[in-house]
Structures are given as structure tokens and as C-alpha cells.
């Protein structure tokens, strides 16, 4: 029998053994990050991107280091690749692909949704952003905007720090990240109210 | 080492065309000349570390091409940023 044809579940059994009896990895740093994996969520993103609107100390912070912000609001980072955080304004908008495969901030955002794994949309975002966006997602990015599309091509994860949407004044950390989206937070969308 | 602002050139090679290889510099970019923003940080060389070789660290760039660098574009101001190894830019 060949590895390919052994069942899937012994597979692991045997891997996972090894890993433990050469004392790579243990059985509980294993459950620990499937814990973390399953844990993490847009919602984490969301709520940096609540605090660096109500918080220009933290955005600063955020935009510096965004592996020490994401820590700072309990959000496990550790074995994660570093975070960069994209800030979108009246000036540039940012849009994040990664065409050699998926590389996705999953720590803060999860598990990337699957078009964005597509090689249509990964071939799209590079070769023509504008209409990408407008065609699949209905956002319009005026012609005052620079599109800048970031290709995450090798160590770093990025997420964007959308703007903060008019409508919103007054409102408590809690509700501005019930507004933000996944989308909001790769650039194919921007929040609104 | 290359400083925040300087021109560099991603090298026009091809190491695809001769064996199995892991490359991080996409195809779109091989030849055009960008402009380094900025050094993110010295990073194990994937292309060692895809084959579990020893991997030494290599320092990697963000850098910003005009997108009508690259393709004909009706928004000649519309930017790509990409992370590119040192190994694989030049001063033009």
C-alpha cells in the first residue's frame, strides 16, 4: 500500500505520533492552534479597524506594526506571519490579491472566501482593479482615486484599514465593527451605513 | 541594500525554464523598473526553504510599479505594490 491509498485519518495518527515522539510539535500545541484557526475571524479585523477610527493613537500604532496592534486587542498572533496594515483615504484605495496562491491575513480575517482563491479574480485584481470592482462588487472607485492593488507575493499578510463612513459620528467602538465587512477589509468593498 | 525611493529594475530572468524552482517574483513584473518603498524585513529565501534547503535570510522590499509600466492603462496613476526579494532587483 502507498501513502496515497493509506486512509487519510491513520495518516494523521502516524504524523501526528511522529511529530510528538521526535518532539517537534505535541498533540496539545496542535489543538491549541486548531483553536486559534477556528477562533479567528473578520470580526477580529473589525474591531481594530473600530478602534483606529475612534483611536488616532491606536491607528497610529496599527499602521506601524500591525502584529503588535492585533496583540494589543488579545487577537493571538503568535507563529503568524506579520501583518501589514494598508490605510485607505480620500487619495488612495487599496485592493489586496495574492496571484502566486491565497496568502490572507487569516489571523485577523479567517478563512479567506473562496473567490478569493479564484484564479479569475486573482488574475483580475492586478490586470484591470477598477473593473474588477465595479462588474463583481458594484463599488465605483472615482477617477480622483489611485487604485493600488497589493500583491502579497511573499512573507507578509496585509488588510486594509478602510475609511471611516460619514453617518457615523457618535457611534461606540462596538457598533462601528458591526459595520465592517471582510470586503471592507480586502478592499473589493467599502464600508457604509 | 536599497534605500526607500530608489529606482530599481526587477531582473528579466527566467529560472522556470531551467528546472523545478519556487519563485516569489511574479511574472508580470520581470523586467520593469519600480521604485522601493520601503525594507520590510530580512526573510528566509523561499526559494531554498520550498526545496528544505538551508534557507539564508534575505532582505525583502516593498516596492511600487506604475501600473502603465506593466500594461496598457487608462489609469496611468493607478499603482501595484508587491514584496520583492533583494536577489531579484537591480539598479537599472
Redesign the interface.
Known amino acids: 500500500m502507498t501513502i496515497l491509498e493509506t486512509g487519510g485519518e491513520r495518516l494523521l495518527a502516524a504524523v501526528r505520533a511522529l511529530l510528538e515522539q521526535k518532539g517537534i510539535v505535541s498533540t496539545n500545541e496542535i489543538m491549541e492552534r486548531m483553536a486559534i484557526t477556528d477562533s479567528a475571524s473578520p470580526g477580529q479585523g473589525a474591531r481594530m479597524v473600530a478602534k483606529a477610527w475612534v483611536d488616532p493613537a491606536y491607528r497610529a500604532r496599527m499602521l506601524e506594526d500591525g502584529t503588535k496592534a492585533a496583540e494589543e486587542l488579545g487577537i493571538p498572533m503568535r507563529g503568524m506571519p506579520?501583518l501589514?496594515v494598508l490605510e485607505n483615504t480620500a487619495e488612495v484605495h487599496h485592493l489586496v490579491v495574492c496571484?502566486?496562491c491565497s496568502c490572507y491575513p487569516r489571523a485577523v480575517l479567517g478563512y479567506p472566501p473562496l473567490w478569493y482563491k479564484s484564479a479569475g479574480y486573482r488574475a483580475r485584481a492586478?490586470?484591470d482593479?477598477?473593473e474588477l470592482l465595479a462588474s463583481e462588487w458594484k463599488t465605483f472607485i472615482p477617477?480622483s482615486v489611485?487604485?493600488?492593488?497589493?500583491?502579497?507575493?511573499?512573507?507578509?499578510r496585509w488588510m486594509v484599514l478602510p475609511e471611516r463612513p460619514s453617518g457615523t459620528d457618535g457611534w461606540d467602538e462596538a457598533r462601528l465593527a458591526g459595520i465592517v465587512r471582510v470586503g471592507d477589509m480586502i478592499g473589493v468593498t467599502v464600508p457604509g451605513v | 541594500m536599497f534605500a526607500s525611493g530608489e529606482t530599481v529594475r526587477v531582473k528579466d530572468a527566467w529560472p522556470e525554464a531551467t528546472g523545478p524552482v519556487h519563485i516569489r517574483t511574479p511574472y508580470y513584473v520581470r523586467g520593469v523598473v519600480g521604485e522601493v518603498v520601503r525594507h520590510l524585513g530580512d526573510f528566509p529565501n523561499p526559494e531554498d526553504l520550498a526545496f528544505a534547503r538551508p534557507a539564508e535570510r534575505r532582505p525583502l522590499y516593498h516596492v511600487r510599479f506604475r501600473k502603465s509600466a506593466i500594461w496598457p492603462e487608462p489609469k496611468p496613476d493607478d499603482e501595484l505594490l508587491i514584496e520583492i526579494f533583494e536577489h531579484w532587483l537591480e539598479r537599472p
Do not use: E, I
Open positions: 506579520p501589514g496571484t502566486l492586478v490586470r482593479p477598477r477617477d489611485k487604485v493600488r492593488v497589493v500583491d502579497s507575493t511573499a512573507d507578509y
